[in-house]
């Protein structure tokens, strides 16, 4: 933690934690994840001096996992979530109830390639299918928060990059590994695309109308 001059106000260590970008809640508090002999964590700290908290870790159920994204907070619901290979994180700002779930809802290997975004009523994230399969394609699909349905998607045809940003008005915003940003409405329907004609592993956010 560094304070505005700059000099460090804390530091503190957990393993695990190296490259995973935290959420800072109005409780005081730190979350976010970390990796730990390849299973996904979920570490909370205090904001003010650092001190360690709780964690919690994922049920490791799959041979094939897991990275983890970074952490997202659904503030309409209070709850924290993750992406883990082929699964969704989710749990609330005490750690005590973790709870997972496949996220490809409606075929179950899809790997994500996106932290989890939220809209007032849906999950909205990247999957990635070409891992099982090179030939697939990835889509960007919404699952109700809910009842864990799928409630739309929309296929496109290279790896979605590492977030997607959604508007006020529930548009969601996108880049592709292949240099496509695309923009769906809150039905998941498109409303434009632009070709940056080079390839691309950044990820669109908005300012004052414009995306950048």
Same mark, same amino acid.
């Given at each position: 933690?560094?304070?505005?001059?700059?000099?460090q106000?804390?530091? !503190?260590?957990?393993?695990g934690?190296?490259g995973y970008?935290?959420?800072?809640?109005?409780?005081?508090?730190?979350?976010l994840?970390?990796?730990?002999?390849?299973?996904?964590?979920?570490?909370?700290?205090?904001?003010q001096?650092?001190?360690?908290?709780?964690?919690?870790?994922m049920?490791?159920?799959?041979p094939?996992c897991?990275?983890?994204?970074d952490?997202s907070?659904?503030?309409? /619901?209070?709850?924290?979530?993750?992406?883990?290979?082929?699964?969704?994180?989710?749990?609330?700002?005490?750690?005590?109830?973790?709870e997972?779930?496949?996220?490809?809802?409606? @075929?179950?290997?899809?790997?994500?390639?996106t932290m989890?975004?939220?809209?007032?009523?849906?999950l909205?994230?990247?999957?990635?299918?070409?891992? /099982?399969?090179?030939?697939?394609?990835?889509? @960007?699909y919404?699952?109700?928060?809910?009842?864990?349905? @799928?409630?739309?998607?929309?296929? @496109? /045809?290279?790896?979605?990059?590492?977030?997607? !940003?959604?508007?006020?008005?529930?548009?969601?915003?996108?880049?592709?590994? /292949?240099?496509?940003?695309?923009?769906?409405?809150?039905?998941?329907?498109?409303?434009?695309?632009?070709?940056?004609? !080079?390839?691309?592993s950044?990820?669109?956010?908005?300012?004052?109308?414009?995306?950048?």
């Amino acid at each position: 933690a560094i304070k505005p001059d700059g000099t460090q106000k804390w530091l !503190t260590y957990k393993d695990g934690l190296a490259g995973y970008a935290p959420v800072i809640l109005d409780d005081g508090k730190i979350y976010l994840t970390s990796r730990l002999s390849g299973t996904p964590n979920f570490y909370s700290f205090d904001a003010q001096t650092g001190q360690f908290l709780w964690s919690k870790t994922m049920s490791n159920n799959s041979p094939t996992c897991c990275g983890v994204s970074d952490i997202s907070y659904d503030s309409a /619901n209070d709850y924290l979530y993750a992406a883990a290979d082929q699964y969704i994180l989710k749990i609330d700002r005490n750690g005590t109830n973790l709870e997972q779930f496949v996220a490809d809802r409606q @075929v179950g290997w899809g790997y994500t390639s996106t932290m989890i975004s939220q809209d007032t009523n849906n999950l909205i994230f990247g999957l990635d299918f070409s891992i /099982n399969n090179p030939a697939s394609q990835s889509a @960007v699909y919404a699952v109700n928060k809910s009842t864990k349905e @799928v409630s739309w998607k929309y296929t @496109v /045809n290279s790896r979605i990059n590492k977030q997607i !940003t959604i508007d006020s008005g529930g548009n969601s915003y996108f880049s592709t590994q /292949n240099g496509v940003v695309y923009s769906l409405n809150a039905g998941g329907v498109l409303n434009w695309k632009f070709d940056s004609g !080079t390839t691309m592993s950044s990820y669109p956010v908005i300012g004052e109308g414009v995306l950048y």
